[in-house]
């Protein structure tokens, strides 16, 4: 056979193609290829018509040209026309330059998907097959649309041809993955299932890919195919090696359909039926058997095959977690391979082993091989195999080997790939964390980490050191030892200066009595580091120098100096300047006892999770770390953090607050951080003032914090469309004359309307609803209009508002009269509600809606956006008022206060035209912080009138508000609380 | 499996084929890192690697590297295999097949790896088979005229 030119060879193709090889510049490659795009456009545009032979010839040529990486503007037509050629590689051509170069160019789809619908129904079996390849190839929606019903017929029809079955499985698998919604299987389930017991083993292979698929998203509607594919595979294991014939893989039969098999068993838990259990147990203890056997060749090609089997097997097994016995022959079967000579095998082990660690019947047989893994760690030539024996080091790490394995890990460290370095780190500062017993063990590992791989140690694991120092009395002393010796070092990381800086200015006093580490000893080595530092660790050393002020009155005269030298207090960083003055200011003015209540020791920290691995999660994606893993790491982190039920004093928090800004005071929490806008000491006592009467800001900064999980739990809601649901309802269930439960949007939708009177409430594709609202005193007006969206007629059109808690209490009265029962395709109705509010409220007002649509029973519910903000009367008043008033709404439930995380734009505006909305008065030069937003308001009601004030706190470098409301009355701060925490 | 490249030793690309949408950015990024990435690794390296969210598969055939992505949940060692399957398929069509059939049939090579795996998923994994229809398709241009009067079925 000729080498170079194979079939139908194009000579002009091979001649094209072999001058670009012998271009010997990309100026002469491009050059040679603009003089062919020339000839071909001009062949494309002559007034002779092209033979199929030469419009293939170029159209490949053209191919070749995208291939090498250049753009193609043209030919795409021409290989449109090739598609409907009879010739067989002309059409081939055609497709293969579509699949590869398909724009989205909607009238060449067209003309595409009109060839393709010719092939697909030419019942010729070669052109079904290039028409499927050319749908997968592409595989975008539009395809889908075109063709997502018609494959399923040809796949089980049963005059189709194997070979074309084949492609159709594959081509709807693909139609499948790209838009699932396109592919509806319903009636043709079952006879995909049954594809399980085709003849021609091709047929099988293809057609269970698509099975796995669909069985992962439907797996009750699949789950037959679970005993099918017992049986199928225990033909195939029982089989000798040759009876497959050409489906044996060098004297493995059939690996691909095996694995394939195995894989789909995996879609589905143990089998219930005891039979199929047993056959299928004796498959896998067949398989493992197998792997004790002699090879039945030499070739590397036989043992892949037949470990590929074995390693899917393994990979059931561990899915079941069910059979101890399989688990143990599973792991020692892996701690065979974790010494074989082949690298691959060695990293497949590991790899799944790591999986293997998890169960609990096996975790601790994996831990044996401990020593094994250890060694691959270090003396593996390869980076990937070692990462992955790292990863199994810390899956298999518990409180038992935890000292061992970061130990290794640590020593790893100094020579490690740059590649897993940070990685490595976050799980050290994990472990360390996790399994300490003995807390100083948990400090000299983590300064060792920033000694060894500084540069890799996030924030998070320098902030997780120091809370954890902070909350725990009994190794404060330790870790300031500790912490002091290791700054002795020439060279030290910046990381540590500030592990340092933080740790000493906190808990110095502990070492003072030292001569070695005197007060002033101390304060020199932080500052022999300062003119190497960047500016936020500068920053964070000043606040250092100002707690050693109080806590070592010897030290001020020296720090006061440093403090005043021009680098300090002019230096060009505002930041720098401006702690340098107000620390010095701090040091001269205020007495001792001020100074030492501003500047107390740092309360503990609200227990959290650990924020390092919310970082090691964000770094691997979501599912890296398992949710046990994370609850594991939850309960053992609240225990370290010790008990926090000692509420943190607030006025402290407060001033260490003022006292040291920014990057310490991200400390705080990395999520739920009090703003900390609020200029420093210089604010003076009203500041502090005010931050001591916001309450009990930690604890609700604890209750906010276990948003990770929560965010993990929630089941993102699906915006199913109402007609859908309305009809599907119809179909299922008879329709039910009661009023709907709220929709499930309805809060969402009410939401929008707090700062708001006017808009669009709702909307689907039936009914728009539209209101005008207005308020005065404890009196409202609401209009609504109802739209129909349809050309037909809305028929028996009722609307109902009913106000929770009628019957017992009434808090609002709305009044109406009933609205006209039908409604014209495209017309509007409108509706008057008058609304009075005798009593403050909580919940809405609901709206139910009923008609009849083309004899389907519409029926509705939402929330009427009328809420307690709607009846505020604004109050303007002057900055001391307002702080008077503050100060006398100070019983505990009389405020409300919530830290949440920016939802919308931080933007003044925005704000502004906000809190203007919500209807109170929005004060101007009230808050000492020109960044925070104060309003005041009275909310009318029949009965009474309610005195209310609120403050919202923006934080806009940790895009975060804190948001704090006092009102003469508790339900109603609460209430309005709840309200605007959406609203930002 | 995501993606199959294959690629010279100086970091040629001689075949791609994309099983999902990729935005020409998206592939020529992944390009980039997968030649880097493979060419860089020192002889008798094991021939896994993670990168991102992928396993990635690549073996060296003479001057020739055949590396391809693959999901969580494929199977490595058979990856493996499927990358020798179709070296053979070539073998068998082209004979003794090398890099240089590959550039001058370049669209051969594109053919018989459709006749192989679809959507990323093996297809058929008959040898038999797949050269059967490949040289029925080399038949089938002289004879087309000749096969299309024929009935169908």
């Known amino acids: 056979m000729p080498a170079v030119s194979k079939g139908d060879g194009m000579r002009g193709l091979a001649v094209f193609i072999s001058d670009i090889r012998n271009c010997k510049s990309k100026e002469a490659e491009i050059k040679r290829i603009n003089k062919e795009l020339a000839n071909i456009r001009s062949k494309f545009k002559g007034d002779k018509a092209l033979d199929g032979y030469s419009k293939k010839k170029y159209v490949c040529k053209l191919l070749f040209i995208f291939l090498l990486g250049h753009d193609i503007d043209f030919g795409h037509m021409e290989a449109v026309n090739l598609l409907s050629s009879n010739k067989y590689t002309e059409k081939q051509i055609g497709y293969l330059f579509i699949s590869v170069l398909v724009n989205s160019n909607s009238e060449l789809i067209r003309l595409i998907n009109n060839a393709i619908k010719n092939d697909l129904s030419s019942r010729n079996p070669t052109f079904m097959c290039l028409a499927l390849h050319c749908i997968a190839n592409v595989g975008s929606r539009e395809m889908a649309e075109a063709f997502a019903s018609e494959i399923p017929r040809i796949l089980v029809a049963g005059d189709t041809m194997d070979s074309v079955k084949q492609s159709a499985a594959l081509c709807l698998l693909r139609l499948y993955k790209t838009s699932p919604d396109l592919v509806l299987m319903g009636e043709w389930t079952s006879r995909v299932v049954h594809l399980l017991n085709d003849q021609h083993m091709g047929v099988v292979t293809a057609a269970i890919s698509l099975i796995t698929c669909l069985s992962q998203k439907n797996p009750d509607e699949f789950k037959t195919c679970v005993s099918l594919a017992v049986s199928r595979l225990s033909r195939i294991v029982s089989s000798a090696s040759t009876d497959l014939q050409d489906y044996t893989y060098y004297f493995v039969p059939a690996p691909w359909l095996s694995c394939k098999l195995l894989r789909l068993l995996q879609c589905y838990p143990p089998p219930e039926d005891g039979a199929v259990k047993g056959r299928l147990v004796e498959c896998l203890e067949t398989i493992l058997n197998k792997a004790q056997e002699p090879p039945k060749s030499k070739k590397v090609q036989h043992s892949n095959a037949k470990n590929a089997i074995l390693f899917e097997a393994i990979s059931l097994i561990i899915h079941y977690d069910s059979e101890p016995n399989l688990l143990v022959r599973a792991c020692n079967q892996l701690g065979q391979f974790l010494q074989h000579r082949e690298t691959n095998l060695r990293y497949l082990a590991l790899e799944s082993m790591c999986t293997l660690a998890s169960s609990e019947f096996s975790h601790e047989a994996v831990k044996t091989h401990i020593e094994t893994v250890i060694n691959a760690l270090k003396t593996e030539r390869d980076v990937s195999v070692r990462q992955r024996a790292a990863d199994l080091l810390y899956a298999m790490c518990d409180r038992s080997n935890a000292k061992q394995i970061v130990a290794e890990m640590l020593s790893y460290l100094e020579t490690a790939d740059y590649s897993i370095r940070e990685e490595m780190v976050l799980k050290v500062a994990i472990l360390a964390e996790k399994y300490a017993v003995d807390y100083s063990w948990y400090v000299d590992t983590i300064l060792n980490l920033i000694r060894i791989a500084g540069d890799y140690v996030s924030e998070e694991v320098w902030y997780r050191v120091i809370q954890i120092v902070i909350n725990r009395d009994d190794v404060q002393g330790y870790a300031a030892k500790t912490v002091f010796e290791a700054l002795q070092a020439p060279a030290c990381h910046e990381n540590m200066v500030k592990v340092g800086g933080y740790i000493l200015g906190e808990f110095g006093n502990l070492i003072a009595g030292d001569p070695r580490s005197s007060p002033l000893v101390q304060f020199n080595l932080l500052h022999s580091k300062f003119h190497l530092c960047s500016v936020p660790t500068r920053a964070l050393l000043l606040s250092a120098y100002i707690k050693f002020i109080n806590l070592f009155p010897e030290t001020k005269a020296t720090i006061q100096e440093v403090l005043r030298c021009d680098s300090q207090i002019r230096n060009s960083d505002v930041e720098l300047q401006q702690r340098a003055v107000e620390y010095l200011k701090l040091s001269s003015i205020a007495s001792t006892d001020v100074l030492a209540t501003v500047l107390e020791e740092m309360p503990p920290f609200p227990e959290r999770e650990s924020s390092i691995l919310a970082k090691l999660k964000k770094k691997k994606g979501p599912g890296a770390v398992s949710v046990t893993e994370l609850e594991d790491n939850k309960r053992e982190g609240g225990e370290l953090n010790g008990g926090s039920d000692r509420g943190p004093d607030t006025s402290a928090m407060a001033a260490s607050n003022a006292s040291t800004p920014s990057p310490s005071a991200d400390l705080l929490g990395i999520r739920s951080a009090a703003p900390v806008g609020a200029a420093p000491a210089s604010a003076g006592s009203l500041l502090v003032d005010v931050f001591s009467e916001a309450g009990p800001a930690a604890p609700s900064a604890a209750v906010n914090d276990d948003g990770f999980l929560r965010d993990l739990e929630q089941p993102t809601e699906t915006s199913d469309s109402l007609l859908v649901e309305g009809s599907g309802d119809s179909d299922s269930a008879p329709p039910s004359e009661d009023p709907a439960a709220p929709l499930p949007e309805a809060d969402d939708l009410l939401n929008k309307f707090v700062c708001k009177n006017n808009g669009v409430l709702f909307e689907n594709q039936l009914l728009q609803i539209g209101i005008k609202s207005e308020y005065r005193q404890n009196l409202g007006r609401m209009y609504l209009f109802y739209g129909n969206k349809t050309s037909v007629q809305f028929a028996s059109f009722t609307t109902t508002v009913s106000c929770p808690g009628e019957l017992h209490r009434p808090q609002l009265n709305v009044q109406t009269k009933p609205v006209e029962p039908l409604v014209e395709g495209g017309a509007q109705i409108q509706q008057v509600l008058n609304i009075e509010c005798l009593t403050d409220f909580s919940e809405a007002p609901l709206l139910n809606i009923k008609f009849r649509y083309g004899g389907a029973l519409q029926n509705l519910t939402l929330k009427l956006p009328v809420t307690i903000n709607k009846f505020f009367q604004p109050t303007e008043m002057a900055s001391q008022d307002f702080f008077q008033r503050w100060k006398q709404l100070s019983q505990p439930q009389q405020e409300a206060q919530k830290i949440f995380k920016a939802n919308h734009s931080m933007d003044t505006e925005v704000l502004k035209a906000k809190l203007l909305g919500l209807g109170t008065a929005l004060l101007d030069n009230v808050d000492p912080n020109p960044e925070n937003y104060v309003c005041a308001g009275v909310i009318q009601t029949k009965g009474q009138q309610v005195g209310c004030l609120l403050r919202l706190e923006p934080n806009a470098q940790a895009q975060m508000y804190r948001l704090t409301l006092r009102c003469s009355k508790d339900s109603v701060s609460k209430r309005l609380c709840e309200l605007l925490a959406e609203q930002f | ?153």
């Open chain 2, 1 to 153: 499996m995501r993606f199959l490249l294959l690629f010279s030793r100086q970091g040629k690309l001689r075949l791609q084929k994309w099983f999902k949408t990729y935005t020409d950015r998206e592939k020529k990024k992944v390009i980039r890192d997968m030649t880097m990435l493979v060419l860089a690794r020192p002889p008798r390296s094991c021939n896994f690697l993670q990168w991102r969210d992928l396993k990635i598969v690549y073996k060296r055939y003479a001057s020739l590297y055949f590396c391809a992505g693959l999901e969580a949940q494929d199977n490595e060692l058979l990856s493996l295999e499927v990358l020798h399957r179709y070296v053979e398929l070539l073998d068998r069509y082209f004979g003794n097949v090398c890099e240089l059939d590959i550039i001058f049939n370049f669209e051969k090579a594109y053919f018989i790896l459709d006749e192989f795996l679809m959507g990323g998923e093996v297809m058929e994994t008959s040898k038999a088979a797949v050269v059967v229809s490949m040289e029925e398709a080399d038949t089938l241009q002289e004879t087309m005229e000749e096969y299309m009067s024929k009935p169908a079925y």
